[in-house]
Nanobody, 114 residues
Framework: QVQRVESGGGVVQTGGSLRLSCAAS????????IGWYRQAPERQRELVAR???????VYADSVKGRFTISRDSNKGTVSLQMNSLKPEDTAVYYC????????WGQGTQVTVSS
């Protein structure tokens, strides 16, 4: 297991921006494809974006053009820049290894008010 710390959530109005950060240490994190996931109340957890160790990115259709995932391997962080936020983006956001998930952490709450 790799311990991660997710931060950066908050309450914003529609159209606002937030930047989430996921910090972890160790080579396992550095060489893993990392995803940002989210789970809204009464909905299944979904993958929002992922980034490979080499920097290749994939986004869910619902966030394309609005969210940008990036990583700084030297610092051991993976970030999610979220722009043009919508109420439907409201959820708890988590970072985790893509597919072969580690134990889920507490996540960070994002609330977008209309």
């Amino acid at each position: 297991q790799v311990q991660r710390v997710e931060s950066g959530g908050g309450v914003v109005q529609t159209g606002g921006s937030l930047r989430l950060s996921c910090a972890a240490s160790g080579s396992t994190f550095r060489f893993s494809t990392i995803g940002w996931y989210r789970q809204a109340p009464e909905r299944q957890r979904e993958l929002v974006a992922r980034i490979s160790s080499g920097g290749s990115t994939v986004y869910a259709d619902s966030v394309k053009g609005r969210f940008t995932i990036s990583r700084d391997s030297n610092k051991g962080t993976v970030s999610l820049q979220m722009n043009s936020l919508k109420p439907e983006d409201t959820a708890v956001y988590y970072c985790n290894r893509y597919q072969e998930n580690w134990t889920w952490g507490q996540g960070t709450q994002v609330t977008v008010s209309s």
